[in-house]
């Protein structure tokens, strides 16, 4: 089921009080179900020691959010700057923060150096000397090109811009080694948004092969491998979800193999983003218009500012309208924003309950790389974001963006390179 029946259950009764008091849009984030579905990762790993998951910052990047996850003992998955001044303002710091960069600029290593430091986990042997100062312990992203073929989502890993390749690795540590590291570990991430937990079993059965062989061939005990994110979740009603009592049975069974031919085990990391929040939040928008004219367009008071996954994947996000029923009063409709781009839709030709103006209509499973996504075309303003407390209340946790914050990049002290001043010799 999209949405945790839990969350629609607390949520619907208060809903329209929600909507009065704060106003719509808003994202509205379900805490006592975060906190569920991290204690269930929790309690499917305890069997490995030193199990750790990264949360995916950019998935939800709230430090509301982040102060949440940090409670239940995870790190924090990041990929910029920006996302690492956030994990850090809940005082997250040292081997709580992976940072996973791609293309990376050498200021970004250097702010990462900052502050106690992280876990760099490298996307590429030219970064090795890069980095200004090589951390004791460092983390290589491994790209398996043709030994696996992807899933539709993420394509093919010969494609994929990320990672060292099978050959690169071995290069890889040696130089680390040699420039200082002495602490090691191993990332991949080849699925995204996958239900069949036999990816991430594969994963971690692949890196644990590259760990055993690379660690035999240097006597290096590898400290972690990191299992990345892409944990899928059932955006639609007839969509099952994955099975995390059978993904972790059959890692920790692959670990413990691992231990009785080398002696020892690595921990295990990940940075699941979507399966820790999507379920957890949802969009919350107003009917404002009905358009009758080759099809039936319901208009809400939302756009792609808050949500782009329909737009640019064409994702399925589950809808409902609270306190109409399915079964009831339906009609086939779209339901659009106000962009003008017509892949402005959060739904296509789908059979909803008979909305009409001012009903309120519930986007499920934004809980990650929702809000994060949005953007400003079209001036169209990123919305407010809520949290539903475990107790009961509900708070603000992000204001929604205003025409001074879309103005705030316009109006500067002027900058101007003279003509007369500019050396066109060089064409
Ligand atoms: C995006 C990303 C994640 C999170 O992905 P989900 O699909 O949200 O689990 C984790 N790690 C890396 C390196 C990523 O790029």
Redesign the pocket.
């Known amino acids: 089921m999209p949405m945790s029946t839990d969350f629609e259950g607390r949520l619907t009764p208060i809903l329209a009080d929600i909507a009065s008091h704060f106003g719509t849009p808003f994202h509205i984030y379900d805490e006592a179900g975060l906190k569920a579905t991290g204690e269930q990762l929790i309690t499917a790993f305890s069997g490995l020691a030193g199990f750790k998951e990264?949360f995916?910052v950019?998935?939800l990047p709230n430090p509301r959010i982040l102060e949440i996850m940090r409670k239940m003992g995870f790190g924090f998955?990041c990929?910029s700057i920006p996302e690492l001044a956030l994990s850090r303002k809940t005082g997250a710091t040292g081997d709580e923060i992976m940072f996973?960069s791609?293309n990376t600029h050498a200021g970004e290593f250097a702010v990462a150096a900052r502050n106690g430091g992280c876990i760099l986990?490298l996307d590429d042997l030219s970064l090795i000397d890069k980095v200004p100062r090589m951390p004791e312990l460092i983390c290589f992203?491994y790209n398996p090109g043709e030994r696996r073929t992807g899933n539709a989502i993420i394509g093919n890993p010969v494609e994929s811009k990320?990672g060292l390749t099978h050959d690169q690795l071995p290069l890889a540590f040696d130089r680390a080694r040699e420039r200082g590291a002495r602490r090691f570990g191993l990332?991949a991430?080849v699925a995204?948004?996958e239900r069949n937990y036999q990816y991430m079993v594969e994963t971690a059965r692949m890196l644990l092969d590259m760990v055993e062989s690379i660690g035999r061939d240097r006597s290096i005990r590898f400290e972690f491998i990191n299992i990345?994110?892409?944990?899928?979740i059932p955006y639609h009603p007839d969509d099952a979800p994955l099975d995390l009592g059978a993904l972790s049975t059959e890692i920790k069974a692959l670990f413990r193999a691992f231990e009785e031919r080398n002696g020892y085990m690595p921990r295990l990391y990940m940075?699941?983003?979507?399966?820790?929040?999507?379920p957890h939040g949802v969009l919350i928008t107003r009917a404002l218009n009905r358009k009758e004219i080759y099809r039936t367009y319901v208009g809400v008071d939302a756009c792609m500012s808050a949500l782009m996954r329909p737009g640019i994947y064409g994702a399925y996000h589950h809808i409902t309208v609270p306190g109409k029923q399915a079964g009831g009063d339906t009609e086939i409709v779209d339901v659009v924003g106000s962009l003008c781009e017509n892949n402005d839709k959060f739904a296509i030709q789908r059979e909803l309950p008979r909305i009409v103006d001012g009903d309120l209509v519930c986007i499920h499973d934004t809980g990650?790389?929702g809000y994060s996504m949005g953007f400003n075309y079209n001036g169209r303003l990123r919305p407010q974001e809520l949290l539903l407390h475990a107790d009961g209340s509900v708070e603000r946790i992000r204001r929604a963006e205003t025409l001074s914050d879309y103005m705030a990049t316009l109006f500067f002290p002027p900058d101007r390179l003279d003509a007369n001043k500019l050396n066109r010799s060089a064409t």
């Open positions: 990264y995916a950019k998935a998955d990929s996973s791609n986990n992203r990320y990332h991430m995204s948004n990345g994110g892409g944990l899928g940075e699941s983003g979507r399966y820790m929040a999507g990650a790389h």
